[in-house]
């Protein structure tokens, strides 16, 4: 379901344009550099997102991508930038891809140790400042495809 529901939410985006404020494609070769400076590939879903996309909100939901190929002195909604900071300050497990933050304690990360039947990574939850493994871990969404429709969905109705 995962790119069905993509699919889902990226129409949801494009009948509400005035709810969209993203930076835009992002080309294959920044792509590439992206996953060789954290060391993860991306999975399709979160691909293709980043490919017409790049990063951005939709309504007051902030979801990370890629903005530039400056991973060192950026901002989010950089989540190369901000997974790599994270690493460096927190201890943020390699597995992880900071895709949102909720804005109370939690970030929600793309865990590429926990796949679907698809092998996409499941969006969980991530408390900073509490050792991984004493988490929760709890899933949020099943993959990206699905954590984008919740999030489209949700900001539609608000």
């Given at each position: 379901?995962?790119?069905?529901?993509?699919k889902k939410a990226m129409r949801i985006m494009e009948e509400n344009k005035d709810k969209c404020y993203f930076i835009g494609h992002r080309s294959e070769a920044?792509?590439?550099?992206a996953e060789e400076k954290l060391g993860l590939k991306f999975p399709d879903?979160?691909?293709y997102f980043i490919e017409k996309y790049g990063a951005g909100n939709y309504g007051s939901a902030e979801i990370f991508g890629i903005v530039d190929d400056d991973f060192e002195n950026s901002s989010v909604p950089d989540a190369i930038w901000?997974?790599?900071?994270?690493?460096?300050e927190i201890n943020l497990p390699l597995n992880l891809l900071i895709i949102y933050n909720t804005g109370d304690e939690a970030l929600y990360c793309l865990d590429f140790n926990r796949r679907n039947e698809a092998g996409e990574p499941a969006v969980i939850s991530f408390i900073p400042g509490i050792d991984f493994e004493e988490q929760e871990h709890k899933i949020i969404a099943n993959d990206f495809?699905?954590?984008?429709?919740e999030l489209v969905t949700h900001e539609s109705d608000v």
């Open positions: 379901m995962s790119f069905e529901n993509l920044l792509i590439r550099l879903t979160y691909r901000y997974t790599l900071t994270e690493r460096d495809g699905d954590f984008l429709l």
